[in-house]
C-alpha cells in the first residue's frame, strides 16, 4: 500500500461519493470546499486515476472510483472499530450507537432499547433516526454499530450484512373522518394530497414499481417527505392528505383509532425489516447482546415471516 494515503483521503473521498456534494460532504466533515477539493485531488495523484468525475449535474464515481469506493470504506470502517477496540476500557467499551428507520424508531426500538438498558445499564446508548441511505453510508464508514430498518437496494447494501427480523406493508392512511378513507382504487388518490415516500427512501423504489404494475402515473399532487411529525401534524391539518408510510411509522395511530387504512392492496410493497452490520467485522458484546434481544422481542411479539 501506499504510505501516502492517509485516513483524512479516505474520509474525503467516501464523503463526496455518498454525498454527490463536495459542499455537502465538506460539512460533514467540518471542512471547507477548498480543503476537502485539496484532498481529493491529492488522492487521485496518489492513484495516478480519477475517481469522481466533477459536471454541473453534480458529482459522479468514474468506474475506477467505483472499485476503489468499497475498498476505502472497508478499511476506515475496520480502522475505526479497531480503535474503539483498543479504548475498550470505561466509558468507550459501554457505548452502543444505533441508526433507525422510521418505522422501527416508532415501533419496535423504544421498547428493544429499554429491555437492554435492563440488562446493560452501564452501556451508553444513542439512537439516530434517518433515511436509509444516510444511515447505511455512516454505519459503512464506522459511524453507527448497527441499523434496524427495511432492507434496501443492493447498492446501498455494498459492504453490510443484513438479518432478518420481520416483514411490513406499506400502507396508505388518512384521517377517520376523510373523505378518501374508503378508496379503493390508486388512481383515485390524484384528488387529494398525497405525502409520498421520498426518493432516498427505503420504501420508494416499493411503492413506484407498485403503481407502475397498476398503470398509476407518480402522482402530481404529492409532498415528498419521510418525516412522520410532519406527515402526522399534515393530517391532522387537512383531512384531504393521503399518507403512504410504512405500516410501523403509524401503528400506534391506527390501533387508537387516529388514523385509518385505506383500504387498498398495497401487499407489493410487503418487504423484509431487520438488522443490518458490517460484514467484515466481528459485532462487539453490546451489538450482539442488543442484536438477539431485537430478535427474542420480535419472536415474544408474534413478529416474522
Known amino acids: 500500500m501506499d504510505r501516502r494515503i492517509k485516513f483524512r483521503h479516505l474520509d474525503a473521498f467516501s464523503a463526496i461519493a455518498r454525498a454527490h456534494s463536495f459542499k455537502i460532504a465538506a460539512e460533514q466533515l467540518n471542512l471547507t470546499q477548498p480543503a476537502i477539493s485539496k484532498t481529493l485531488k491529492e488522492l487521485e495523484e496518489i492513484l ?4 469522481l468525475e466533477r459536471s454541473r449535474a453534480g458529482v459522479r464515481l ?34 452502543l450507537r444505533i441508526g433507525a428507520l422510521p418505522s422501527v424508531a416508532s415501533a419496535l426500538l423504544p421498547e428493544a432499547v429499554m429491555a437492554f438498558m435492563v440488562e446493560s445499564p452501564d452501556t451508553q446508548i444513542e439512537i439516530h433516526e434517518g433515511p436509509h441511505h444516510d444511515l447505511t453510508a455512516r454505519l459503512r464508514s464506522g459511524g453507527l454499530d448497527l441499523v434496524v430498518g427495511r432492507l434496501g437496494m443492493p447498492d446501498t447494501m455494498v459492504g453490510l ?9 406499506v400502507v396508505a ?22 405525502l409520498y415516500p421520498p426518493k432516498e427512501s427505503a420504501i420508494r423504489p416499493l411503492v413506484a414499481r407498485m403503481l407502475i404494475a397498476k398503470g398509476v402515473p407518480l402522482f402530481a399532487n404529492r409532498i415528498e417527505t419521510a418525516s412522520p411529525v410532519f406527515g402526522r401534524t399534515a ?20 390501533a387508537q383509532g387516529h388514523l ?3 383500504p387498498l392492496d398495497m401487499t407489493a410493497t410487503r418487504g423484509a425489516v431487520g438488522i443490518m452490520s458490517r460484514s467484515e467485522e466481528v459485532p462487539s458484546v453490546a451489538t450482539r447482546r442488543f442484536s438477539k434481544g431485537l430478535h427474542v422481542l420480535c419472536a415474544a411479539q408474534g413478529l416474522g415471516g
Open 161 to 169: 450484512s443484513f438479518q432478518q427480523l420481520y416483514t411490513e406493508e
Open 48 to 51: 495516478g486515476v480519477a475517481v
Open 235 to 254: 393530517l391532522m391539518t387537512d383531512r384531504d392528505t393521503v399518507w403512504i408510510i410504512s405500516a410501523g411509522v403509524v401503528a400506534n395511530d391506527l
Open 173 to 194: 392512511v388518512a384521517r377517520p373522518d376523510s373523505p378518501a378513507r374508503g378508496i379503493c382504487d390508486f388512481a383515485a388518490l390524484n384528488a387529494y394530497r398525497v
Open 62 to 95: 468514474t468506474p475506477e472510483g467505483e472499485v476503489f469506493l468499497q475498498f476505502a470504506e472497508q478499511s476506515t470502517a475496520a480502522l475505526r472499530h479497531g480503535l474503539r477496540s483498543i479504548r475498550a476500557s470505561g466509558i468507550a467499551a459501554g457505548q
Open 260 to 262: 385509518v387504512a385505506l
